[in-house]
């Protein structure tokens, strides 16, 4: 009966979901935990998740792309199932993210790779780039903004945080650890709501509220001022490497408005945009979608820039 099975599923194309190994790597002293899923000899894709998440939101699409893909998703520092060290005296900068990730790719030997940035990715997966573009072959950017354009509103609220930290880290927190705040994070302005399971923020939220975590945060949400002064930067270094580019964008996100997804346009015309009926987290809702464009996107990729 399994064999009879096995050749029904393959007559009519299925594709089994590849299988995820769930790994830790010790780097400066941090337990950095990731996810891996493909053979280490296939195209790797380096897949940078936002906040308050982690690794877990890329798990499916990388068994849906684990077939053909060799895809690692780490956790950063403070994030997910890696480890937390206490703000006082572990600084939580995206620089220092970003140099964490660096050494990550290291102690894994992953040294070339497509480059998936979701969110909070994007400033780690840019200052990366810019310190060593060889290693990037090609860009995916998932919601992850690096033009003005693309700031929503609730940006205007962070301004009075940044000019004045004191006064106003104490209500920038509550709102961040909130069920309704991270809620609203998923679902924006979508009208389908019920098409977003709970336990998508849910657990986020019990993540955001463990010890430590206020100050972890705090100090994130702060530093991303310096995201924003970085902009015309990273502009210039992508319209100067031009490297292939996919923008998979979730027009419901409020955080980071669809403006944000024409953008790149400017400094990339070749860029390949898509924009999906979903939110800032756009997998939440659209992960065949997303699947099978990245698949797409990665076929497209000449055979030396896709290993």
């Known amino acids: 009966m399994k064999a009879l099975a096995a050749i029904a599923l393959a007559a009519a194309g299925a594709v089994q979901a590849a299988p995820i190994a769930y790994r830790t790597v010790n780097v400066d ?22 906040v308050p998440s982690s690794s877990r ?4 699409l990388m068994r849906k792309l684990g077939d053909e893909y060799h895809l690692v998703a780490p956790d950063y520092p403070g994030f997910g199932n890696s480890d937390a060290p206490d703000a006082a005296t572990y600084t939580y900068t995206f620089e220092r993210l970003a140099q964490v990730m660096q050494k990550f790719t290291d102690a894994v030997g992953v040294n070339r790779y497509v480059l998936v940035m979701q ?24 919601n992850g903004n690096v033009y003005e354009e693309g700031l929503g509103a609730m940006w205007a609220k962070r301004k009075p945080f940044w000019a004045d930290r004191a006064a106003h880290e104490k209500d920038v927190v509550a709102a961040h650890q909130s069920v309704a705040v991270t809620r609203a994070r998923h679902i924006g302005t979508d009208p389908n709501v019920e098409a977003y399971d709970p336990d998508l923020w849910m657990d986020e939220v019990a993540y955001l509220n463990r010890p430590g975590q206020a100050r ?54 070749s860029a390949e945009v898509h924009v999906l009926d979903g939110g800032h987290f756009v997998m939440d809702t659209k992960l065949d979608d997303v699947a099978a464009i990245t698949r797409a996107f990665m076929r497209k990729l000449p055979a030396a820039a896709a290993r």
């Open 29 to 50: 002293g941090v337990n950095i935990a990731y996810r891996e899923a493909g053979r280490a000899d296939k195209p790797t894709i380096l897949l940078l998740h936002g």
């Open 57 to 60: 939101m890329y798990d499916g």
């Open 119 to 142: 969110d909070y990715g994007a400033p780690v997966g840019m200052r990366m780039a810019v310190t060593r573009p060889q290693a990037v072959q090609a860009m995916i950017f998932q």
């Open 216 to 269: 972890i945060q705090a100090d994130l949400i702060y530093d991303y001022q310096n995201n924003l002064a970085a902009y015309p930067q990273w502009q210039a270094w992508l319209k100067q490497h031009h490297l292939p580019t996919l923008v998979v964008w979730g027009k419901y996100d409020p955080a980071f408005i669809e403006p944000g997804a024409h953008a790149f346009r400017r400094d990339l015309p």
